[in-house]
C-alpha cells in the first residue's frame, strides 16, 4: 500500500507517468513486427512461413514466462521495479541486436523487385521504366 500514491496522486507525475508509458509502448509494441520484417529479409520466400511461425512460438513464450519472471522481480524489488525489469530485458534485446548487426554481412536481395513509382504515373510512365518489367506494345496493337 505504500506505492498506492503513484496511482491516485493527481498532478504532474501521473501526467509523467502516463506520457512515460505512451512512448514505452510506440517503442516496445513494435519490435515484433520488426523482428519479422528483419528476420524475412534473410530468409528465402518459401521460408517466410516457418520463420515466422518460430517467432510467433518464441515471443509466445515469452509472453507466457514473461509476467510470471517479472512478477517475482517486483516480489523482491516492489511493484516499481516492473519498469526496471521491462529496461533491463530491452538492455538484453538491444545488446544482442547490436552484436547480430557487427557478425553479419549486408547484402542485396536478388528477388527484391520493387519500383518506386508516383501514385498517378500514366502507362506511357510504366513502359518508359525497364524496372517495372511493364510491356504496353502489345496493347496499343490491340487498339489499332
Given at each position: 500500500?505504500?506505492?498506492?500514491?503513484v496511482?491516485?496522486?493527481p498532478?504532474?507525475?501521473?501526467?509523467?507517468?502516463?506520457?512515460f508509458?505512451t512512448?514505452y509502448a510506440?517503442a516496445?509494441?513494435?519490435l515484433?513486427?520488426?523482428?519479422?520484417?528483419?528476420?524475412?529479409d534473410?530468409?528465402?520466400?518459401?521460408k517466410?512461413?516457418?520463420?515466422?511461425?518460430?517467432?510467433?512460438?518464441?515471443?509466445?513464450?515469452?509472453?507466457m514466462?514473461g509476467?510470471?519472471v517479472c512478477?517475482?522481480?517486483?516480489?523482491?524489488f516492489?511493484?516499481?521495479?516492473?519498469?526496471?525489469?521491462?529496461l533491463?530485458?530491452h538492455?538484453?534485446?538491444?545488446i544482442f541486436?547490436?552484436?547480430?548487426?557487427?557478425?553479419?554481412?549486408?547484402?542485396d536481395?536478388?528477388?527484391?523487385?520493387?519500383?518506386?513509382?508516383?501514385?498517378?504515373?500514366t502507362?506511357?510512365?510504366m513502359?518508359l521504366?525497364?524496372?517495372?518489367?511493364?510491356?504496353?506494345?502489345?496493347?496499343?496493337?490491340?487498339?489499332?
Open positions: 500500500m505504500q506505492y498506492i500514491n496511482v491516485v496522486d498532478g504532474a507525475d501521473k501526467l509523467m507517468f502516463f506520457i508509458v512512448v510506440g516496445s509494441l513494435s515484433f513486427p520488426l523482428n519479422i520484417a528483419h528476420t524475412n534473410f530468409v528465402p520466400k518459401e517466410f512461413v516457418a520463420a515466422g511461425g518460430g517467432l510467433n512460438l518464441v515471443f509466445g513464450m515469452g509472453a514466462g509476467p510470471i512478477s517475482i522481480f517486483m516480489n523482491e516492489g511493484p516499481n521495479s516492473f519498469f526496471i525489469f521491462l533491463i530485458f538492455v538484453i534485446i538491444a541486436a547490436l552484436y547480430r548487426i557487427t557478425r553479419r554481412s549486408t547484402e536481395n536478388p528477388d527484391s523487385t520493387f519500383t518506386p513509382l508516383p501514385k498517378n504515373i502507362p506511357l510512365g513502359e521504366d525497364p524496372d517495372t518489367g511493364v510491356n504496353l506494345s502489345n496493347v496499343d496493337k490491340k487498339n489499332e
